[in-house]
C-alpha cells in the first residue's frame, strides 16, 4: 500500500504566502515524478508544478515566479512554495506522485492525495 498525504493548505490574503508539503510512505521501491495539481470550483484539475526525480522542472504559465516546487528524495516528499498569492490561486492542491511499489518494478503507477485546499482572499 502507498499512501500520498498533504498538508499545509489554508487561508492566506492576497500577497502572501503558503508552503504545501507531500509525502508518500509505504512499500515504495522507487519514486519518480512529483507534481502539484490544483482544481477550483467549476474548473477542469489543471498541472500547477512538477520536478523528476532528477530535479528537472516545470510550471504552468500563471505561476512562474512566484511558485517553487523542491524535493527532498530522502523522505519522499515535495514542497511547493507559493509566494504573491492571487485571489485567482484559490483551489484545492493535490499532490502526485509516480511510484513503483515493491515487486511491481518496473511498472510505475500515478498516486494522488486527498487535496488541501487553498484559499486566498482579504
Known amino acids: 500500500q502507498v499512501q500520498v498525504v498533504e498538508s499545509g493548505g489554508g487561508l492566506v490574503q492576497p500577497g502572501g504566502s503558503l508552503r504545501l508539503s507531500c509525502a508518500a510512505s509505504?512499500?515504495?521501491?522507487?519514486?519518480?515524478?512529483m507534481g502539484w495539481y490544483r482544481q477550483a470550483p467549476g474548473k477542469q484539475r489543471e498541472l500547477v508544478a512538477r520536478?523528476?526525480?532528477?530535479?528537472?522542472?516545470n510550471y504552468a504559465d500563471s505561476v512562474k515566479a512566484r511558485f517553487t516546487i523542491s524535493r527532498d528524495s530522502t523522505k519522499n516528499t515535495v514542497y511547493l512554495q507559493m509566494n504573491s498569492l492571487k485571489p485567482e490561486d484559490t483551489a484545492v492542491y493535490y499532490c502526485?506522485?509516480?511510484?513503483?511499489?515493491?515487486?511491481?518494478?518496473?511498472?510505475?503507477?500515478?498516486?494522488w492525495g486527498q487535496g488541501t485546499q487553498v484559499t486566498v482572499s482579504s
Open positions: 502526485n506522485a509516480n511510484i513503483a511499489v515493491i515487486g511491481s518494478w518496473p511498472r510505475f503507477s500515478e498516486y
Open positions: 520536478i523528476t526525480s532528477g530535479g528537472s522542472t
Open positions: 509505504g512499500s515504495i521501491f522507487s519514486l519518480d515524478a
